[in-house]
């Protein structure tokens, strides 16, 4: 089952090892869909639907793996909203085609350039990493694959299949 998101017209702490900061090649991994999440906005609770966009970078961690960045978004493709400004930027998505649709799940395995940035924990030591920007590839750069044994989300057994890193949903900052 896909999951499409279009604008409609409308106006209106665990163990985790950050991403390095700085530019990545990265490609895109899984895409999760968040539901409807409450958070504060001008002193008020609001409740949207958000969506989660995970990318593994080219760059290894100490045990083999990948880094993995991450950056949670609402799912709307307003003309103001951050996915579609992201999309825009990355794959060159337009106004008709935010109002068209785009089935988030059909740009697993598309590669980017990411830049990460890092902000202080809210508690403790340490910091976050964060998806600052997303773009294309540069001209001549070869694309990277989804690693083999990551498991998407929606794929993951309880406890955890041993070839997934020991996290989970609430060690990860976005």
């Not at 760059?59 to 609402?74: D, I």
């Amino acid at each position: 089952m896909g999951m499409t998101v279009k604008w409609d017209g409308n106006e209106g702490g665990g163990e985790f090892t950050p991403a390095p900061k700085g530019t990545h090649q990265a490609v895109l991994a899984d895409v999760v869909d968040l539901g409807m999440v409450t958070s504060t906005f001008g002193g008020k609770a609001v409740e949207k639907h958000r969506v989660r966009l995970v990318w593994q970078l080219s760059k290894k961690m100490e045990n083999g793996l990948p880094y993995v960045a991450a950056k949670r978004y609402t799912f709307s493709l307003h003309p103001k909203s951050s996915l579609f400004k992201d999309l825009s930027a990355w794959i060159g998505l337009d106004e008709a085609g935010a109002k068209a649709g785009l089935d988030l799940e059909d740009l697993i395995g598309t590669n980017a350039l990411l830049t990460i940035t890092h902000r202080p924990r809210k508690e403790g030591d340490g910091v976050w990493s964060e998806v600052g920007s997303v773009g294309p590839l540069m001209d001549g750069m070869v694309p990277i694959k989804v690693s083999a044994d990551y498991r998407r989300k929606k794929d993951r057994s309880e406890p955890f299949d041993a070839s997934f890193p020991k996290w989970n949903d609430e060690d990860l900052p976005f």
